[in-house]
């Protein structure tokens, strides 16, 4: 990484999910994608993510955490089952976790400055999706345990 490294804080609401974002740059630079399939338009995942970024994610209790998935079934939604929010989207690629934050998770950072765009995947084949998240998602991700699994 550059020598601008930002450090984002958040998690869902309840404080099962906790996560460190390092990105590489400031925040105001950090793009927000908004996802046009069923479940993102649904619930208004905003999504962002850096090849370079690092992600560092802690969950307290692993049973009150679902991992959902659709469409291509290559990506995990990690939910909440607690408070119902979904921090982030992982997908292992030839044994690499990549990943995706949502923005609206972010501690103190104001997201409505943050420049935004849609995004529609719809056509793209599940070869063509793991290269586009391979190049771009966050390829530096550490899931770790902190509580006890019951």
């Known amino acids: 990484m550059g020598q601008d490294v930002t450090r984002l804080e958040g998690g869902c609401h309840c404080g099962n ?52 998935r659709f ?22 690629i030839d044994q690499v976790e990549y990943a995706v934050v949502d923005v609206r998770t972010f501690e103190n950072v104001d997201i409505s400055s943050l420049s935004s765009s849609s995004t529609d995947f719809d056509g793209e084949d ?11 998602w966050i390829a530096d991700v550490r899931i770790t345990v902190v509580g006890r699994q019951e």
């Open 17 to 68: 999910i906790r996560f460190v974002l390092l990105w590489p740059g400031v925040a105001a630079d950090i793009p927000v994608r908004k996802c046009s399939c069923s479940f993102c338009r649904k619930r208004d995942g905003s999504w962002t993510s850096h090849p370079d970024a690092r992600l560092a994610v802690e969950i307290a209790d692993p049973s009150s955490v679902s991992k959902y």
């Open 126 to 136: 599940t070869g063509s999706r793991l290269d586009r998240r391979k190049r771009n």
């Open 71 to 92: 469409g291509t079934r290559t990506a995990d939604f990690h939910v909440c089952s607690v408070c119902g929010i979904v921090p982030f989207v992982s997908c292992e």
